[in-house]
């Protein structure tokens, strides 16, 4: 090794670096944030995978290439990418471009470390805690614990996992064989993550006992309590129940208040799957929604949704002062969580998680609420309220739009039932024929680059739409256009 | 709703945007990319938790800030936080700034999609796809899965998962109670992740059997038999072997052929964790420390570790061509994986993960993949070698660095003996002392802001130095740098 040349050499030329970002964030700023937010370009440009594959050149080779290559793919994976910021966006729990978040983004990407120590992620282990804390005030705790997870099915894991150490602190050495056979109570609303986390984690999906839901989603209190008693009669031990606050489908509210009644009354760990609807709790207005919350063990809440921070940005909290999240998951890894720091300890959180390495994800979130202050992010909360209502309203002045049923939340679910089939409800086949409808218009949108929709059947309910009202910059104007296009789209059905 | 303005003023005001965005990324190329990689410049600004609260101004309040205030707080994020892309970061397994990497990030971050379907993530659904079966070529295998996962412990944690899946699908539906006791095999020298997962995945850390390592930290295959044979005669079931190619602390590499005949006698589940060594196998001259991986079942390997890929890019891969993920962790949530779509459904990979929304995670590797071609990539590896092998040539000339053993990888593990303690190694107390030096040349080192070396204790040896040669843009300037920089800041010890 006589050779001091720097290993990479663009790496060793901070000119050339410096002009390879600046031409890549031209390309973003000009390609993914102005028209991949404009309404008057497409929300995505639909190709067929095969001729996709050969547009995007996807091969590994080699051989590197010139810059120019370099530049053109950059344009290529943007323009054939869906703008989930793009204000025709509506087809999952999170869309929009927050451009505080995005700048959070940003610099998260430039500093690129992991935060399990103070010693190199000293600013996010502080600002992780102090939005924590924040987020807990919200809930209405004044204590507590918690940590960012990769997503809202992890955060829900941990719940289980926590709830079960809690009860047995021995299954973390000896696993669940030398347990009895437990059972953890969810409504049949709730996300799917609950199954797959259950799975996961040994307890297999028998131990999720489901509790009937009412005609808008809620869970019934009264049927968790007869799934209890009919658990604890075929042998198994209750250990947690989780709510639903915003359920993925029709953004229903589990009745929290009688549910901890339910939790209390039989000892069982309470965890509120807020992943959605947790940002509600920064609406003076809105927040009744989850009254009760404070009563739970723990709640998942994931800003990447409603308040638009960038997936992913999904806390776990917990009502916990015991470091039940430490001892749960802590193996005092020796080489990382050196125990004869200069520094206080306490402030290595990496024990706190299952990962090892893990993603920056406050700053995205600490610095859009710095930018627009609770009153800012209450003011977007109310307003998506308002234009969903505005939407339900329009829906009811036109033909051929017929509401699941009135929302409470900004989760709008509906058929739109097309010309030929307005006024044949009892037509034998009109169930069979409207669900049809939705694919089929989601086809259309797709390849006009329109819009985009979610659809789904649900229950005994035929496939239909569900639009999720959430992104910042939405307008009165975007949705009278989401109106007039499923018009248009659907005039020959 | 009478009003169609913009849920945030900004987020409607294209120019606002852009002129914010264009400021923050200023920032971040003069502060996070120009300093932060800059020899001249500090590693780290050390502050006191306390002190950097008050610096940071953490409370996030009712009001929000100013333009101004907000680009001042951008600046005290990046000035306090470490500068994991300096060529003086020596602390983790990562260490270095790719440009093409960060551009793939800014991209991604941008675009703000979640990779579960085509719908919403075409482009990097089909670039997923390639980029694993690159990494799956490179392992030896011609077809296969994987997936990308959030780091390198749950990547193991799948592979624990699919294993015991593979031997008992039962368990997803009724649990681990119904099974026999499970025992699983690694190293003493592994990533404490495989007691972590085998905790959370409900098995106990009991069933985790420590397989001796020899001097160099490789896993023993004779011991591993023998393990194996306890372990059986106990009652329980052997499942899976983990071997690790890379270990954490000294780099070793397990024989995994010598492993691969022991698993092969025994029908157990060969994964290997070569979420540090992986990126070894685009070295020619290298490679054959992870001679055998082709014989395992799966295989962990984060390119975000030694190809600077950026936080966190972790491929799960697998030889498995029977859709074993999918079957393990699916659970066909109707309302994101409608059977009734347009296109080929096999194209939304969500249900392969326990996760729902799951971060892109391949453009980053890809983009800087198709810039340098495995050549580049190739020659980055073999700089790293070399430029470890310069810095061990160049402790063996000077006074007062002891080497705790000749490295087989990029890991250099030795102590520094300061002047009083050379020729004093029969001493009784000198153990005791030489291990108190690397905590107090942390402490000056980090309070200067010159570097950054990780140091740990490790079985029955005291606190030594590992220095990862990872960077990309190192030179041997920097290597002299911090050997005299060590004399330096020990010359009183």
């Known amino acids: 090794m006589a050779d001091s040349e720097a290993l990479s050499s663009l790496a060793g030329d901070p000119v050339a670096v410096e002009a390879l970002l600046q031409a890549v964030f031209g390309i973003v700023v000009d390609e993914a944030i102005q028209k991949g937010t404009s309404a008057s370009q497409k929300v995505c440009e639909w190709k067929e995978p095969e001729e996709l594959k050969q547009l995007l050149d996807l091969e590994l080779r080699g051989q590197g290439e010139s810059q120019e290559q370099i530049l053109e793919r950059c344009r290529a994976v943007i323009r054939y990418s869906v703008k989930t910021g793009h204000p025709r966006f509506f087809n999952q729990l999170f869309s929009g471009l927050d451009p505080h978040a995005l700048a959070g ?26 939005v924590l804390r924040k987020l807990r005030a919200l809930v209405g705790w004044s204590s507590g614990d918690g940590i960012f997870c990769p997503g809202g099915s992890i955060s829900n894991m941990y719940a289980v996992n926590l709830a079960r150490y809690q009860r047995y602190p021995d299954c973390k050495q000896r696993g669940l064989r030398t347990l009895p056979p437990l059972a953890l109570f969810t409504s ?85 799957d807020a992943a959605w609807g947790g940002s509600v709790l920064l609406s003076q207005t809105h927040r009744h929604l989850l009254d009760g919350i404070q009563r739970a063990d723990s709640v998942a809440w994931n800003p990447h949704k409603l308040l638009a921070a960038g997936l992913q940005c999904s806390a776990l909290l917990l009502q916990d002062t015991s470091n039940l999240l430490k001892r749960c998951h802590g193996s005092q890894a020796s080489y990382l969580f050196q125990q004869d720091k200069f520094y206080d300890v306490e402030l290595d959180t990496g024990d706190k998680v299952v990962q090892c390495g893990r993603r920056v994800d406050c700053l995205k979130l600490w610095l859009m609420w710095k930018a627009q202050g609770s009153q800012g992010l209450e003011r977007r909360i109310d307003q998506a309220f308002a234009l969903a209502g505005y939407l339900v309203e329009e829906m009811k002045t036109r033909e051929g739009f017929e ?32 669900s049809k409808v939705a694919p089929v218009l989601k086809e259309r949108m ?8 979610g659809y789904q059947p649900h229950g005994t309910r035929g496939n239909f739409f569900r639009v999720v009202v959430a992104n910042p910059a939405l307008t009165c104007a975007d949705i009278d256009f989401l109106l007039n296009e499923l018009e248009r789209l659907g005039q020959d059905l």
């Open 446 to 453: 797709v390849k006009a680059g329109s819009m985009m929709i």
């Open 403 to 434: 509401l699941v049923m009135e929302p409470e939340f900004v989760n709008v679910c509906f058929w739109f039932v097309p010309p030929s089939l307005r006024g044949k409800q009892d037509s034998p086949d009109y169930h069979k024929r409207l």
């Open 188 to 272: 049949k609303e709730c996300h799917y993550s609950i199954q797959k986390g259950a799975a996961f984690l040994g307890l297999g999906t028998d131990s999720v006992r489901v509790v009937k839901a009412d005609e808008r989603g809620r869970m019934v209190p009264e049927d968790l309590e007869r799934q209890i008693s009919l658990a604890e009669a075929e042998g198994a031990v209750p250990f947690l129940v989780s709510a639903t606050s915003g359920t993925t489908v029709l953004g229903a509210f589990d009745p929290l208040e009688a549910i901890a009644d339910v939790c209390q009354r039989h000892g069982l760990w309470l965890h509120v």
């Open 105 to 130: 983004r940003i610099i998260t990407e430039s500093l690129n470390t992991s935060q399990y120590t103070y010693e190199i992620a000293p600013v996010f282990v502080l600002m992780e805690e102090e």
